[in-house]
């Protein structure tokens, strides 16, 4: 079974402080790991995916996250945070059941 | 492209009637995904089809809850009889490029409450 943990319900940060909002999968074989954002009262959109290649996979808007195999995570990371950035974010793995969500943390950001 | 479009957006009715949700997936796209959200279980696959096909319904909850894909450009999800529990945010998404592994679109949900 393929599953995803997001230890933090809640992450706090100052704009302009860097970001990291962690993420720990299980899955059978080479995972395809991905990250969602949701804003509220919308659908997901799309950050970024990681497959196979580089460790560091660049996404939309300023954000990257990092593939490790050995720790089994998939960090989600930006620089510098803006406001705009509060949201609902998900990390997914596919595996042989299409995705499988984490149960997302909300990112706040203050100004 | 105007994107997954899902209708309604909302839907409020009673314990016992059937509720149709609808969803157009965007266009050349071949696999059609729906979710359903909610606070205490998050975000869950129900179904998905590919090539208008339905692959994986082990997430359906139970046989109240129905999918069809008549077409590549439509598809329904129906819930005969409705109960209170079934109250949520219901999301149509759909990806291309023949493979179930790429970025996934979304649709802007069915916010559906059973009173």
């Known amino acids: 079974a393929q599953s995803v943990a997001q230890p933090e319900d809640q992450v706090n940060v100052a704009e302009g402080n860097p970001l990291t909002v962690k993420c720990t999968y299980s899955?059978?074989?080479?995972?395809?790991l991905f990250w969602y954002v949701q804003y509220p009262n919308r659908g997901l959109q799309f950050l970024l995916k990681y497959s196979t290649g580089d460790n560091l996979v660049k996404g939309s808007y300023g954000f990257e996250a990092e593939f490790n195999k050995s720790q089994t995570s998939f960090h989600l990371k930006k620089p510098s945070a803006l406001v705009s950035d509060s949201a609902l974010y998900f990390c997914t793995v596919m595996g042989r059941r299409a995705l499988t969500f984490g149960s997302g943390t909300r990112l706040q950001v203050q100004p | 492209d105007a994107g997954v479009i899902q209708s309604p957006r909302h839907e409020v009715t009673e314990m016992g009637q059937e509720v149709t949700l609808r969803c157009k997936p965007i266009s050349g796209h071949d696999y059609l995904f729906w979710y359903r959200q909610t606070m205490m279980r998050g975000l869950e696959l129900l179904i998905y089809?590919?090539?208008?096909?339905?692959?994986?319904d082990s997430g359906m909850p139970e046989d109240r809850f129905s999918a069809k894909m008549p077409n590549a450009s439509f598809s329904t999800l129906k819930i005969q009889p409705s109960e209170p529990r079934d109250s949520a945010v219901y999301f149509c998404?759909?990806?291309?490029?023949?493979?179930?592994?790429?970025?996934?679109?979304f649709g802007p949900g069915t916010r559906l409450t059973v009173l």
């Open positions: 089809f590919n090539n208008n096909v339905p692959i994986d």
């Open positions: 899955v059978s074989g080479n995972p395809y």
């Open positions: 998404a759909s990806s291309g490029s023949g493979a179930s592994y790429n970025e996934q679109f």
